[in-house]
């Protein structure tokens, strides 16, 4: 199971969308709105891809967001979209990240990450959350202008780095980013951040590690090699 390079996901598998709670209870009065929002977000995202269509991942939220209010009749401001917006770059890491990064690091492992939020003129919200040192390179949807899972994104980092797909694992939060990992040649590793978990159907590739944290992965890792 040892892999030369480990390509993260960002939100949720790195960074605590949680954090957005607050912004949902001020705008919809209900906190659960957050993964309502988050999961119509990511499936339209796979939606404008299967399209042929391209937006990027900051602007499709904000765009969502107006969805979403419509659908509870809600009025929302510019203001509400351009605060969730700075909200989204700026979300703090999961306790365990950084901790978990370094360790990974310390046992050899080359660490970049692959995220849907676009190229930004400023700090990323990997820089923000404090965590983009502990990276080699930060890869984004916006350089093909495709959403994940497509599998040209995952072949398209290992191509970069001159490492073959099948000495890489995608390490995320969502089975949807695994499956497309695993269809590129990677192995998987699922981290079960409160809201996600294990889907097992018949015909889906299961992930090859499920962990609950980075520092549990890593132990599983040292384990394995």
Known sequence: MRS???????????IDIDSLQPYFVRMFGDRSVLREWFGQLVM???AVTLAGRYTDFFTLGQSVLRMTADVHRVDITDADLVALSDAMRTMPAHP?????LRRLRANGFRLVTLTNSPHSTGPTPLANAGLAGL????FTV???RVFKPAPALYTGVAEQLGVAPSSC???AAHMWDTLG????????ALITRPGNAV????GVPQPDVVASDLLQLNEILEKSS
Do not use: C, K, W
């Not at 365990?96 to 978990?100: I, K, L, Q, S, W």
């Open 4 to 14: 030369e390079l480990l390509v993260f996901d960002v939100n949720e598998t790195l």
């Open 44 to 46: 339209y995202s796979m």
């Open 96 to 100: 365990d990240a950084a901790e978990g």
């Open 135 to 138: 990276f080699e390179r930060q």
């Open 142 to 144: 916006g350089d093909q």
């Open 169 to 171: 694992m995608m390490v």
């Open 181 to 188: 990992a695993q269809a590129a040649g990677f192995t998987g």
């Open 199 to 202: 889907l097992t159907a018949p």
